[in-house]
């Protein structure tokens, strides 16, 4: 872009884990072609997978915007399952040259995120008040669903909030990979909380929030797990899906993976992470059955 003659800005986390050397040469390398780069906060880190084009069409200027939940590296992205959205929603693209714009200049936003969650400003307690609204529904007597798909849990207030939302009637299915904190299916507590970890080829590295809201589905990709330092001390980003269509596909995945007999292992308090047996003839090995559900899609679209 910038041997094309395009003004082009990135901002580079120094501090990742194992990739501290690499993103530094690969600021070095950026800056030789003339990409203008900055580097990390002190005492902060930028978690954020996000990126964001300006591009003229005419006489005015329009903003695109990618983002995922997963790096931009050419190499895990042939490992790890991650979901990312392109859109031209100015309602998000706006919010999101905000974010830039403070990763520029380290000037605090002027206006508040009103569609986007974002770590250190609103991720948290727009995550609260989502799960307060499903405790609303269920005491009304109303259905009042979560789902959410993460690497990690272990943020101590979420996990009560979470507890207070199940012993209120809340159905919660939880897809967490790695660490999980939270003990599901004790009587009293977390009765209505399913948990399970799936572990196959490829690597589960999206996050996704679902909260049922009346039946009209509030869809959010992330980057942040539900850890303190995620939800509390970086620069994390948390999308809403607003098209109809992509929103049920990706629950549509989530629920795949939900209905897994195969590579699913049940967390439970007993520590056991036994495989997942359903009472379905069929083998459902829920990432074989992601990419035929994603190939049919392909299809129908040509």
Not at 27 to 47: A, D, I, R, W
Not at 105 to 133: C, S, Y
Not at 277 to 291: F, H, N, V
Request: proline residues 2%; aromatic residues 10%; hydrophobic residues 40%.
């Amino acid at each position: 872009a910038v041997s094309a003659g395009k003004q082009v800005s990135v901002f580079i986390e120094v501090k990742a884990r194992f990739d501290e050397e690499a993103n530094l040469n690969w600021g070095e390398k950026l800056e030789k072609e003339g990409v203008t780069v900055h580097y990390s906060f002190p005492g902060l880190k930028v978690h954020a997978k996000i990126a964001l084009v300006r591009r003229q069409e005419g006489e005015t200027a329009k903003l695109y915007a990618y983002t995922a939940t997963g790096n931009f590296h050419e190499e895990t992205a042939r490992t790890y399952s991650d979901f990312g959205l392109f859109t031209a929603d100015e309602r998000l693209t706006k919010e999101l040259a905000r974010i830039f714009s403070y990763l520029e200049t380290a000037k605090l936003p002027q206006q508040d995120f009103h569609h986007i969650l974002v770590g250190k400003f609103n991720l948290r307690e727009k995550l609260e008040q989502f799960i307060d609204a499903e405790i609303d529904a269920a005491m009304r007597g109303e259905e009042a669903q979560i789902i959410l798909k993460v690497n990690s849990i272990q943020d101590l207030a979420m996990i009560t909030k979470l507890y207070q939302a199940s012993q209120c009637g809340v159905k919660i299915k939880l897809i967490v990979r790695g660490i999980c904190c939270l003990v599901p299916g004790v009587p009293g507590l977390s009765q209505n909380i399913e948990a399970i970890s799936i572990v196959d080829r490829f690597l589960e590295h999206a996050r996704v929030f679902v909260f049922h809201q009346g039946g009209k589905e509030a869809v959010y990709l992330s980057s942040a797990d539900w850890m303190l330092r995620n939800l509390s001390h970086r620069i994390e980003t948390a999308i809403p899906v607003y098209n109809e269509t992509l929103k049920k596909e990706i629950v549509n995945y989530l629920r795949i993976q939900l209905n897994d007999n195969v590579k699913a292992r049940i967390i439970d308090i007993n520590f056991l992470n036994e495989y997942r047996k359903t009472e379905s003839d069929l083998s459902i090995r829920s990432q074989l059955e992601a990419y035929y559900y994603a190939r049919r899609n392909t299809e129908n679209l040509q």
